[in-house]
């Protein structure tokens, strides 16, 4: 596929058809009716208005007129000849027949050829006048004379009489036939392009009547202009009209540029360019006036704006029926909002059609080079099927060593190439700043993360991401990938990294966002950043470290975004800037943070040193997210009573932390409890209250013997993890998780008990109570207990999933065993 060109050739002829006739036989009956049937079928047809004609010869402008017409129609009529003026003309088409390859064809009206041909009847007395008039031996009308015989020698059509219409249409039918239309350029090599034109042209549907607008979406220079180009060429011959308007948003960006391209419109329908368009609502109506009764077929390439759509395609009435209307953009909402009947979504090329069409330029009629498979593959993965790419790489690489191909792969690895960020830049340049930062963020960041992770965070950074991420989909910026995944084209990326880079080349530290480590290194470690820097992440593997300096963050006041790992401090305690909104900082070297910033919205510190939370916790109004994983030096839980905005609080792994804070019983909003693997924890609060709490994970708590008493109906908790603890039994009041549907209770060594209770959660399916040896004891429906010895003992010992909920008071063991 190939990048965008223009909209066509020029045409060779300025005319399609130059009409000769004799006015005072046809000009008000045939001639009209043939005029505008050719002008209605897309064919600009050349007339004369002039009925009274000064002079005796024919004007320069019509010498002119004939000369810049491709096919010239003579309409012979019964007093053709008497018309000195009609001779002349004849003459002058004779002429350009022979000098310039003008097509002739002759219409012979109520004549018969012979009498044109051997110049009798009216044609032979109107001869015989200008001869007396004129002289017996003048060359002007032995011109005129040869010129009749050699027109009426040719191939035309005859009429004597019969339907006026029926004649006409036929002539129009061939004239369009030999018109035809100057086909668009696709492309040098259409590989791959064949097979996508076929997927449009199924949605097109040519068989109907109806009036039908399409959608062909995609990144850019994924080929969408390509696409529609071999589709207009191919069926463009089954419409009375043919438009094709390139660069709609470049031009409708100009002054009167909708204008323009209005009037671009009709001029391309009508084939004619004395049409004005004043204003777009006026053009509007005049589009919809003209065109409402003829079968059309009109692209609109490049399209980024509704604004445009409803200037020159408001709504399917304003076209005749059959007409097809297609429309190219980058941005989908366009599409979707102006109510298409279908969308095709460019994909890229495959492995295969990349390889051939990189292929054709780099190694034409296989005159291969030393060119190993994997520098051919590493090309390939760069352009990742995006056809521009290939197209601006492969000739570039036509005939170099493979020297020059490893450095071109260098280079590009440091900075995109220019020709193609060029065109991928125009879709990030229309967007909005809320778009753009999220871009940004995703292209430097976020790329290959889960969706839920980088709308949180984002969201945590205030940015607004759920319709942010949204607009970019549509744009053909990023995509979502496995329904999870937040992902861009590789190519998209770098365009994106390299607009960050270039806010400032030589000092990372006056950029928006850095990532790389030699950046981050440079500007942590020297203090360098500014007021520029919104965001640092740097995510390094174990056996690398970042040493820190005390100042490092002093002058970046505006730094919202910080995630780093294996990073240590040289020197005294770090001071955050008071805008940070998220730090995600595992294995945090501090043991009592310093400056914890008053807006925070995330604090992860997993796997660190960290002893307690340090400050007052009013402050912390903005917290939602608190991760101490794995810190081994915890000993006592935040008081999270002021904290009425957090909603996840992660303890796992805490092997120090004994207790529990009462705070966290009675907490609003939190959801999300985890202290899995707080092996030492034996103390939760004695009664449970939180109403939005939704899991609470306490698996492998050893040293837990006791749950909390839930005093009231709690209508959040769905799971409930009690595995490998020392819990004897549950509280009567478990019946008040009303909302519970799954409960862990493997291995819980010491349970013997199960409380009848139990049997009125209305949403339990699944309890898990394998590997619970002094489990004896189940409750029936009359709250007794039966022994669950021998056999009944393994079966319980199996995790147990039912299949039904239950209803009401829980039935008995054996018929619930049963169930199961």
């Known amino acids: 596929m190939s990048s965008p060109s223009s909209s066509s050739s020029e045409a060779k002829w300025p005319f399609d058809v130059f009409l000769s006739f004799r006015g ?6 045939f001639l009209a009716v043939l005029h505008r049937c050719l002008l209605h079928g897309g064919i600009n047809a050349y007339i004369d208005s002039e009925d009274l004609r000064p002079g005796d010869e024919i004007s320069p402008a019509l010498t002119k007129a004939i000369e810049e017409s491709r096919i010239a129609v003579l309409v012979f009529s019964e007093n053709y000849a008497s018309s000195r003026w009609c001779l002349d003309e004849l003459v002058k088409v004779m002429e350009c027949k022979r000098l310039k390859g003008q097509l002739v064809l002759p219409v012979f009206y109520r004549v018969e050829p012979r009498e044109i041909r051997w110049q009798r009847d009216s044609y032979g007395k109107a001869l015989a006048r200008h001869e007396k008039k004129l002289g017996k031996d003048s060359k002007r009308v032995k011109k005129w004379r040869e010129a009749l015989i050699e027109a009426a020698n040719l191939s035309g059509w005859h009429y004597d009489q019969g339907d006026d219409i029926k004649f006409i249409e036929s002539i129009v039918k061939e004239i369009s036939t030999i018109v035809g239309r100057v086909p ?17 042209k199924s949605l097109l549907s040519m068989g109907s009547d109806d009036v039908r607008m399409i959608g062909i979406w995609g990144t850019g220079g994924v080929g969408k202009t390509t696409i529609s180009k071999a589709v207009y060429n191919s069926i463009a011959d089954q ?5 094709f308007l390139a660069n709609v948003r470049e031009t409708s960006s100009r002054p009167n540029g909708l204008v323009h391209l209005q009037n671009e419109l009709l001029s391309q329908i009508l084939r004619k360019k004395t049409l004005v368009v004043l204003n777009v609502d006026g053009g509007a109506n005049l589009i919809r006036d003209i065109l409402c009764c003829r079968k059309i077929l009109f692209v609109l390439d490049d399209v980024d704006h509704r604004d445009q759509l ?11 029926k059959g007409s097809r209307i297609i429309i190219t953009t980058r941005n989908k909402c366009v599409l979707t909002s102006h109510r298409m009947d279908y969308v095709y979504k460019v994909k890229p090329l495959n492995q295969g059609e990349a390889l051939e069409l990189l292929s054709l330029y780099a190694f034409p009629g296989n005159q291969t080079k030393d060119i190993s498979e994997d520098l051919i593959n590493n090309i390939l993965g760069y352009a990742n099927g995006l056809p521009l790419a290939i197209v601006v790489l492969g000739p570039f690489l036509y005939g170099r060593s493979r020297r020059e191909w490893e450095s071109t792969l260098e280079k590009l690895a440091e900075s995109p190439n220019k020709d193609i960020n060029s065109v991928l830049k125009i879709s990030f340049d229309a967007l909005e700043d809320n ?15 889960e969706r839920d992770y980088v709308t949180g965070v984002l969201d945590g950074c205030g940015s607004k991401t759920f319709i942010g991420i949204q607009t970019l989909i549509e744009r053909s910026l990023v995509t979502i990938e496995d329904k999870s995944t937040v992902q861009m084209h590789d190519l998209i990326q770098l365009m994106g990294q390299d607009f960050v880079k270039k806010e400032c080349l030589n000092d990372p530290g006056k950029r928006s966002r850095l990532w790389c480590y030699d950046d981050v290194f440079e500007v942590l470690s020297e203090a360098t950043g500014t007021d520029n820097v919104k965001g640092i992440v740097l995510r390094l593997p174990r056996q690398e470290e970042l040493d820190i300096s005390p100042d490092a963050f002093t002058r970046m006041r505006r730094l919202k975004l910080l995630i780093i790992s294996n990073a240590q401090i040289s020197g005294g305690p770090v001071c955050l800037p008071n805008d940070l909104r998220w730090l995600e900082w595992p294995g945090c070297p501090l043991s009592t943070p310093v400056c914890v910033p008053k807006k925070l919205v995330c604090f992860d510190v997993h796997n660190s040193r960290i002893v307690e939370f340090g400050g007052n916790l009013k402050v912390y109004k903005n917290l939602k997210f608190i991760n101490f994983r794995d810190c081994q030096s915890l000993v006592c839980m935040p008081n999270v009573e002021c904290t009425p905005n957090l909603e996840e609080l992660i303890l796992r792994g805490c092997k120090n932390l004994e207790h529990a804070h009462e705070s966290v019983a009675y907490h609003d909003k939190l959801q999300f409890l985890d202290l899995c693997g707080c092996s030492r924890l034996h103390q939760l609060p004695n009664e449970l209250r939180s109403k939005n709490l939704r899991h609470l994970n306490l698996n492998h708590c050893s040293t837990l013997q006791r749950f909390p008493d839930i005093p009231d109906k709690i209508t959040g908790i769905e799971t409930l993890n009690l595995e490998s603890t020392s819990i004897e039994e549950l509280p009567a009041s478990i019946e008040n998780l009303v909302s519970l549907e799954r409960m862990d209770l493997m291995y819980c060594h010491k349970l013997a008990i199960l409380p009848s209770s139990i049997c009125r959660l209305p949403n339990l399916r699944i309890l898990n109570l394998r590997g619970c040896p002094k489990l004896v004891k189940f409750p029936n429906e009359e709250e007794e207990e039966e022994d669950l010895s021998d056999a009944h003992m393994k079966k319980v010992a199996n995790n147990y999933k039912r299949s039904s909920r239950f209803q009401g008071n829980c039935v008995s063991y054996q018929q619930w065993v049963a169930n199961l």
């Open 184 to 200: 668009l350029r696709v492309a040098k090599y259409p590989v791959g392009v064949d097979c996508r034109v076929e997927k449009v």
């Open 239 to 243: 419409f009375d009209g043919c438009s």
């Open 435 to 449: 778009e753009r930062d999220i871009f940004l963020d995703i292209a430097c960041f976020f790329k290959g993360r």
């Open 24 to 29: 005072e036989d046809v000009r008000h009956s």
């Open 310 to 320: 409803n200037a020159l395609a408001g709504e399917c009435e304003w076209f005749g």
